[in-house]
């Protein structure tokens, strides 16, 4: 599939330092199919190259209503594996990548559009946001990343709970389970996920990386050798030269202060 093709179902904005990467499919919800992950990819790969954070949002009444079935049921099972396979690297350069992403959700996440959403950093969703994981009762399995991505985010129990059940959870309930960090009135996602992904982008590049890189294997370690790297990662970021100015500002008062919340 050529550039322009791919580019249809995804459009591409530049806001500063922040991409902003829509799913343009609305007739179909924003169901993912081989050329959607595609065009995704190619969106993802630029925003590398010319931001510093970014931003994945849904058109229309929805962020992602998961895989196309209609594509799906045509493929051999090597096709499918190849599928998935290919899903997990375009996916795993979201979550492994050089830059931190921000979903902004609303309307329906499901199956796929969840995995899509789990491979982001931080997730914002607006109070129409729903979430499910409906493979049991289509008789699939997940197959974009959903079974290591999500099962780790809310736990192995409520993910086998709704692939079980077809139990589908509130925006109120995917924060409570860290399927989303923030909840916000309808219609507010995209501009509170663009606010925290500015927040993103004027962090220490080599800050953002480690914990981009650092933070999730840490999470994957023993004990005693997460905090052996972390130590590592602590002295690298500290001593580079950029770190140096950053800590001499806020010693100076010249930093930003932290954003203290208010009590009422």
Same mark, same amino acid.
């Given at each position: 599939?050529?550039?322009?093709?791919? +580019?249809?179902?995804?459009?591409?904005? @530049?806001?500063?330092?922040?991409? @902003?990467?829509?799913?343009?499919? #609305?007739?179909?919800?924003?169901?993912?199919?081989?050329?959607?992950? %595609?065009?995704?990819?190619?969106?993802?790969?630029?925003? +590398?190259?010319?931001?510093?954070?970014?931003?994945?949002?849904?058109?229309?009444?929805?962020?992602? *209503? =998961?895989?196309?079935?209609?594509?799906?049921?045509?493929?051999? #099972?090597?096709?499918?594996?190849?599928?998935?396979?290919?899903?997990?690297?375009?996916? =795993?350069?979201?979550?492994?990548?050089?830059?931190?992403?921000?979903?902004? @959700?609303?309307?329906?996440?499901?199956?796929?559009?969840?995995?899509?959403?789990?491979?982001?950093?931080?997730?914002? *969703?607006?109070?129409?946001?729903?979430?499910?994981?409906? %493979?049991?009762?289509?008789?699939?399995?997940?197959?974009?990343? =959903?079974?290591?991505?999500?099962?780790?985010?809310?736990?192995? &129990?409520?993910?086998?709970?709704?692939?079980?059940?077809?139990?589908?959870?509130?925006?109120? %309930?995917?924060?409570?389970?860290?399927?989303?960090?923030?909840?916000? +009135?309808?219609?507010?996602?995209?501009?509170?996920? @663009?606010?925290?992904?500015?927040?993103?982008?004027?962090? &220490?590049?080599?800050?953002?990386?480690?914990?981009?890189?650092?933070?999730?294997?840490?999470?994957?370690?023993?004990?005693?050798?997460?905090?052996?790297?972390?130590? $590592?990662? &602590?002295?690298?970021?500290?001593?580079? #030269? +950029?770190?140096?100015?950053? $800590?001499?500002?806020?010693?100076?008062?010249?930093?930003?202060? $932290?954003?203290?919340?208010?009590?009422?």
């Amino acid at each position: 599939m050529d550039k322009a093709a791919n +580019e249809s179902f995804v459009t591409y904005e @530049l806001d500063g330092d922040v991409a @902003l990467i829509g799913l343009n499919r #609305p007739a179909k919800r924003n169901a993912i199919s081989d050329v959607f992950v %595609e065009a995704i990819a190619d969106a993802v790969q630029r925003a +590398e190259g010319e931001a510093k954070a970014g931003v994945i949002y849904g058109h229309g009444d929805h962020f992602c *209503a =998961g895989l196309d079935l209609a594509e799906h049921v045509k493929k051999t #099972p090597i096709e499918g594996v190849r599928g998935s396979r290919r899903w997990h690297a375009v996916f =795993g350069s979201i979550e492994h990548g050089a830059i931190p992403w921000v979903a902004a @959700l609303h309307g329906a996440v499901v199956g796929g559009g969840l995995e899509l959403a789990s491979s982001t950093h931080i997730r914002v *969703a607006d109070k129409t946001a729903f979430f499910a994981l409906p %493979e049991g009762q289509r008789g699939i399995f997940v197959g974009g990343g =959903g079974s290591v991505r999500a099962a780790r985010l809310m736990g192995v &129990a409520r993910m086998t709970d709704m692939m079980l059940t077809g139990r589908v959870a509130s925006a109120e %309930e995917g924060e409570r389970w860290n399927l989303c960090q923030y909840v916000v +009135e309808p219609g507010e996602a995209k501009a509170k996920a @663009l606010e925290l992904a500015r927040n993103a982008a004027g962090n &220490a590049e080599l800050s953002n990386y480690a914990v981009l890189h650092a933070l999730p294997r840490i999470q994957d370690m023993a004990k005693e050798d997460g905090l052996f790297v972390e130590s $590592l990662m &602590a002295s690298f970021t500290a001593t580079s #030269p +950029e770190a140096e100015e950053r $800590l001499r500002a806020f010693l100076e008062k010249r930093a930003k202060r $932290l954003n203290i919340p208010k009590k009422d």
